[in-house]
Nanobody, 123 residues
């Protein structure tokens, strides 16, 4: 499966962005999909994940209550709605997918990755 992330940009603190992860090549709805981010000089970290049917979601504590992950099976797309953004959210955001029934939070567990999209939050 090929993944394409989009929607990044520059936003002021307190603002919002919505990222999209469009899939092609296989039935995306069979895959758990996650969002990860990597800030300069830091390791890639888990942000959020959604089960293959969209029934279950899981968030990192740092984004819980501010970010929402969702999926549209008809469009083969997973979204990450990011609200109340802060400068600490500045990073390159990646979407990833893995063919499993369990929500996973480690980058090494994911088999397919899209190119990242840069999100910059100014103070």
């Amino acid at each position: 499966v090929q993944l394409q992330a989009s929607g990044g940009g520059l936003v002021q603190a307190g603002g919002s962005l919505r990222l999209s992860c469009a899939a092609s090549g296989r039935t995306f709805s069979n895959y758990v999909t996650g969002w990860f981010r990597q800030a300069p000089g830091k390791e890639r970290e888990f942000v959020a994940a959604i089960s293959s049917r969209g029934v279950s979601t899981y968030y990192a504590d740092s984004v819980k209550g501010r970010f929402t992950i969702s999926r549209d099976a008809a469009k083969n797309t997973v979204y990450l709605q990011m609200n109340s953004l802060a400068p600490d959210d500045t990073a390159v955001y990646y979407c990833a997918a893995v063919d499993t029934s369990r929500i996973l939070t480690t980058p090494q567990a994911y088999d397919y990755w899209g190119l990242g999209t840069l999100d910059t939050v100014s103070s």
